[in-house]
């Protein structure tokens, strides 16, 4: 295991959880005001990541059992993320953004930590496509320091999105541009992972 690995894992989390610093925004905008929305949406958010990761961990510790020279084929599957996230931005291209949902706060203290955790999981199908690969071709401690910083870094995300919420201008600019980035690094980690 080696300490020059934490640079990697943090800036794969990052790549892979730019979404969910929109999602998370969103969130602590709609129990703006509210006792304990902070409490419940990190909670909410650490246990949806930690299912993520659990899948992840589990899909990449069965991929182990794969023989050595069929591991690099792995990144086919981030690769092809990409591809079809590229290729859904270009068929969008041009078409209006879709309305705004109505508000729909979920009582009266704002987000439940259930919600929070289906949203995270739900948004995670890229996440888990991308760290089976990942996780697969690290040895057992260097998928644990990844797991360690994923989690570690999911407090920081959380701190990030309720800073976001009250930064409109800065909300706005990853919706924005958040999707453009995304496939282009995915189909670099693919390709790093193909000629691994």
Known sequence: MS???VGPAAGLFAVTNVDDLVVLALFFAQGAGRRGVTRRIAAGQYLGFAAIVAVAVAAAS???LLPARVIPL???VPLALGVRAAVQLW???GRP???PEPDERPGPGGPRVLEVAAVTFANGGDNIGVYVPVLATAGPA???LYVAVFLALVAVWVAAGRYLATRPPVARALERWGHLV???VLV???VLILLG
């Open 3 to 5: 300490l020059g690995m």
């Open 62 to 64: 069965g991929a182990t």
């Open 74 to 76: 792995l990144g086919l």
């Open 91 to 93: 068929r969008d291209r």
């Open 97 to 99: 953004p879709p309305a």
């Open 142 to 144: 260097t998928m644990g």
């Open 182 to 184: 995304l496939p282009a």
């Open 188 to 190: 670099g980690v693919g």
